[in-house]
């Protein structure tokens, strides 16, 4: 059966741009420093991109602007038709440490974006969802545990049910899984990706890490700093689904030699 989750989130058709991104600069007052200059980037619906790039090239401030939660300075951002002015319903957001909340269960947790935004009648009634989300993460079994029972890659899995329980038309990740150890996270991303594949999610992914991103990614925005810029988009045209033993092979390795190449080249400037 296929799950209720499992439609097309913003109704737009695959390949439709979802996010306009124009011109966008961000020059923060207190210590003028130009984090951002012409950022121009296109999302299409059900691509998975992901930013790369030295620390204090703007990755985080760019996401922050996508989600609304600081204004540029100048430029346009466009979701779904509609200038981004502050937080929204149809974005999702997930960090590097699951934030759930201690004195509610795993579901409970799952439900509460639900309960915050339309009341308890509306959580409860979305509980059968939330079971349906935690059995697509493989957490069936673990719906009424708190989150100190629960590791962290776990609990990241919940995260990933809360995030989705709303059905954001686009998901902004920011590193969300590089506080677990390496095979949690390889594992976790395989899975991201099938949830992503499942939901035809538009997904956007800050990361540190060149495999990580070359795995999950259709493109990806190598960015450089002082003043943090697109430095180039490198699309990664390797077949999908993506599977762990592609990262083995020559053209794998050939786009991972490429990003750091160009990664070198931002860090000379
Ligand atoms: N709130 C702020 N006020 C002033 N300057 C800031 C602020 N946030 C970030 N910056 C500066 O803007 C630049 C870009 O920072 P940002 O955090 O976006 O980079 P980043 O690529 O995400 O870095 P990292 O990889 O280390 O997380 C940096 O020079 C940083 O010092």
Same mark, same amino acid.
């Given at each position: 059966?296929?799950?209720?989750? =499992?439609?097309?989130? /913003?109704?737009? &058709?695959?390949?439709?741009?979802?996010?306009?991104?124009?011109?966008?600069?961000?020059?923060?007052?207190?210590?003028?420093?130009?984090?951002?200059?012409?950022?121009?980037?296109?999302?299409?619906?059900? /691509?998975?991109?992901?930013?790369?790039?030295?620390?204090?090239?703007?990755? /985080?401030?760019?996401?922050?602007?996508?989600?609304?939660?600081?204004?540029?300075?100048?430029?346009?951002?466009?979701? !779904?038709?509609?200038?981004?002015?502050?937080?929204?319903?149809?974005?999702?957001?997930?960090? !590097? !440490?699951?934030?759930?909340? &201690?004195?509610?269960?795993?579901?409970?947790?799952?439900?509460?974006?639900?309960?915050?935004? *339309?009341?308890?009648?509306?959580?409860?009634?979305?509980? +059968?969802?939330?079971?349906?989300?935690?059995?697509?993460?493989?957490?069936?079994?673990?719906?009424?545990?708190?989150?100190?029972?629960?590791?962290?890659?776990?609990?990241?899995? =919940?995260?990933?049910?809360?995030?989705?329980?709303?059905?954001?038309?686009?998901?902004?990740?920011?590193?969300?899984?590089?506080?677990? *150890?390496?095979?949690?996270? *390889?594992?976790?991303?395989?899975?991201?990706?099938?949830?992503? $594949?499942?939901?035809?999610?538009?997904?956007?992914?800050?990361?540190? /890490?060149?495999?990580?991103?070359?795995?999950?990614?259709?493109?990806?925005?190598?960015?450089?700093?002082?003043?943090?810029?697109?430095?180039?988009?490198?699309?990664? +045209?390797?077949?999908?689904?993506?599977?762990?033993?592609?990262?083995?092979?020559?053209?794998?390795?050939?786009?991972? *030699?490429?990003? $750091?190449?160009?990664?070198?080249?931002?860090? +000379?400037?």
């Amino acid at each position: 059966m296929t799950p209720a989750v =499992a439609s097309d989130y /913003s109704g737009a &058709p695959l390949g439709a741009p979802v996010y306009e991104l124009t011109r966008v600069s961000k020059t923060y007052a207190r210590n003028s420093v130009v984090a951002l200059e012409d950022v121009d980037l296109t999302l299409r619906k059900g /691509s998975f991109t992901s930013v790369i790039g030295s620390s204090g090239c703007g990755k /985080s401030t760019l996401l922050k602007i996508m989600a609304g939660l600081i204004p540029p300075s100048k430029g346009r951002v466009i979701l !779904q038709g509609e200038p981004v002015r502050g937080a929204r319903r149809d974005i999702g957001m997930m960090f !590097q !440490q699951a934030t759930l909340f &201690p004195w509610k269960t795993a579901v409970e947790n799952i439900v509460l974006p639900i309960e915050i935004r *339309d009341g308890k009648a509306a959580a409860n009634k979305a509980m +059968d969802k939330a079971y349906e989300l935690l059995e697509i993460v493989g957490l069936k079994g673990f719906e009424n545990v708190y989150p100190n029972e629960l590791s962290g890659g776990m609990a990241q899995r =919940a995260s990933i049910c809360r995030m989705l329980i709303t059905e954001p038309a686009v998901l902004l990740l920011d590193e969300p899984f590089s506080a677990l *150890d390496e095979l949690s996270r *390889d594992m976790m991303n395989m899975e991201l990706q099938r949830i992503c $594949r499942e939901q035809n999610a538009t997904a956007f992914l800050v990361t540190h /890490s060149i495999q990580e991103a070359v795995i999950l990614s259709d493109d990806i925005v190598v960015m450089k700093p002082r003043p943090g810029r697109i430095a180039e988009i490198v699309e990664v +045209d390797l077949p999908r689904p993506r599977t762990l033993d592609m990262m083995t092979t020559p053209k794998f390795g050939a786009i991972v *030699d490429h990003i $750091r190449g160009q990664l070198d080249k931002g860090e +000379d400037m």
